[in-house]
């Protein structure tokens, strides 16, 4: 978003805050739009029973759906309360209009790599830590959701972990062994290209992938800022041309100069999932979403591991989103036990194991037992020490354009330090023009 826009959806929002606090006040009612309390059972705690509350999503599959109107059906049941879901088709834009409009939901996503954005904007209400129970989530998940102020304004829901993902027919037929696959990304390249070898000579040239990758920041940035490094300053403009960045880069130009790493598109093909479920990539990396669709779409008999280390760091991504509530919201009360029933023990176990998610909280993968699972145990396991996806609120910018310039790198047909120049020149010229 240019900052323009940001500017004039801030202030926009400002207003709507301003003209909400003056219609509400003076009226001696509460958040709940004056419904009385009564008696009637609470989803965790005293709230006011009855009131219409509107939660903001944007659309899933069905497994997901099934899953939020059972979550729904049951908060109802509990409070006494009548739930609106709105469900958006395009959620960031489409939301950005109704805070402008002081009409968005009274609870509603937002995905932690947005999450900066928003935060700056003033449109979620501040959440009490304390009441909110955030202890009971897992912290690195908490702090993809807290301003840089220290506040808190979301409630992790889920998460989504990385893990290393590989065909035992396939390693088994040209005499690998998974345990051979290495603990270290460093030790990737020999092992990656034996194996690439022995798949060419069994199956034919280029036929079958040793690994595949992903040209996006979303899967590179714990390689590309490993060692302290970082690829956007503190101003928010790109450096991915710095020397700790080029470094790494280059490590990953290496594997694919070698042969043995490719992407799906180089297999013809549209995605990890899609190249491993079918035969055609031995070992990728990717995330527990992958699994159904492994188990449903595709015959392969497949094992997972954790991630590799690199730079002596484990790593893995998590992919987060939370419940925030809407500063403008006459509904707060109702909106904050919606968000403690659906990241408490009962919602969220409705909601991950319908909708195959894991977990944001420990004791809900207790609850749900997820170590009996190898897969789901291994994506867990990897929660804890996940970089959660977020930087900043210009990443978009600089990811679309190390998008555009990195195949050049990685096809070698310029150096890992001129194609991340061209990604700095141009992503700082549009972060300079949005201003």
Same mark, same amino acid.
């Given at each position: ?46 709230? =006011? ?5 509107? *939660? ?26 009548? #739930? ?24 509603? +996503? ?7 954005? &928003? ?7 501040? !959440? ?5 129970? #955030? %202890? ?52 990737? $390249? ?31 940035? &714990? ?14 403009? %790109? ?16 594997? #694919? ?7 799906? $598109? ?16 031995? *070992? ?8 159904? =669709?492994?188990?449903?779409? +595709? ?15 484990? &790593? %893995? ?7 925030? *509530? ?37 004791? #809900? ?21 996940? !970089? ?48």
């Amino acid at each position: 978003m240019k900052k323009s826009t940001k500017k004039l959806l801030a202030l926009a929002v400002a207003a709507v805050t301003m003209m909400s606090t003056v219609a509400c006040g003076g009226k001696g009612g509460d958040s709940n739009g004056g419904v009385t309390n009564t008696n009637e059972p609470a989803a965790t705690g005293n709230v =006011t029973a009855g009131g219409k509350l509107t *939660i903001g999503v944007w659309g899933g599959n069905d497994q997901e759906t099934a899953a939020l109107e059972k979550m729904v059906s049951a908060f109802e049941e509990k409070t006494g309360a009548e #739930v609106e879901t709105k469900v958006y088709t395009d959620f960031n834009t489409q939301i950005q209009a109704d805070f402008i409009a002081g009409t968005a939901p009274d609870a509603f +996503y937002i995905d932690g790599s947005m999450f900066p954005f &928003y935060s700056t904007l003033g449109v979620m209400e501040p !959440l009490d830590p304390e009441e909110m129970g #955030v %202890s009971n989530y897992y912290s690195n998940l908490v702090e993809a959701f807290t301003a840089e102020d220290g506040t808190i304004y979301c409630i992790p829901k889920d998460v989504s972990t990385l893990a290393t993902y590989y065909n035992i027919d396939l390693l088994d037929s040209v005499g690998v062994s998974p345990d051979d696959i290495p603990a270290a990304l460093e030790d990737y $390249k020999a092992f990656l290209t034996d194996l690439q070898a022995k798949l060419d000579e069994k199956y034919g040239a280029g036929q079958i992938a040793a690994m595949t990758y992903n040209q996006d920041l979303s899967r590179n940035i &714990y390689v590309l800022e490993s060692g302290g490094n970082s690829i956007i300053d503190e101003g928010g403009n %790109s450096q991915m041309s710095s020397d700790g960045v080029v470094k790494n880069l280059e490590f990953m130009v290496d594997l #694919v100069q070698a042969g043995c790493w490719k992407t799906p $598109k180089d297999l013809g093909l549209g995605w990890n999932g899609e190249a491993f479920g079918s035969g055609k990539a031995a *070992i990728m990396e990717e995330g527990n979403w992958v699994y159904t =669709t492994l188990k449903n779409d +595709y015959d392969v008999n497949f094992g997972v591991k954790e991630m590799p280390t690199y730079g002596g760091t484990q &790593y %893995s991504m998590a992919f987060t989103v939370g419940w925030g *509530i809407s500063a403008v919201s006459e509904q707060k009360d109702l909106a904050k036990e919606w968000i403690k029933y659906a990241t408490g023990t009962e919602g969220m176990e409705t909601w991950c194991s319908g909708a195959g998610c894991l977990p944001s909280r420990e004791d #809900v993968a207790t609850s749900m037992d997820v170590e009996s699972d190898p897969v789901w145990k291994v994506h867990s396991d990897m929660t804890e020490i996940a !970089l959660p996806w977020q930087k900043g609120t210009t990443i978009n910018i600089v990811n679309s354009n190390y998008q555009n310039f990195c195949p050049a790198a990685f096809s070698g047909e310029e150096t890992a330090k001129a194609a991340m120049e061209k990604t700095d020149k141009q992503a700082n010229s549009e972060i300079a023009n949005a201003q």
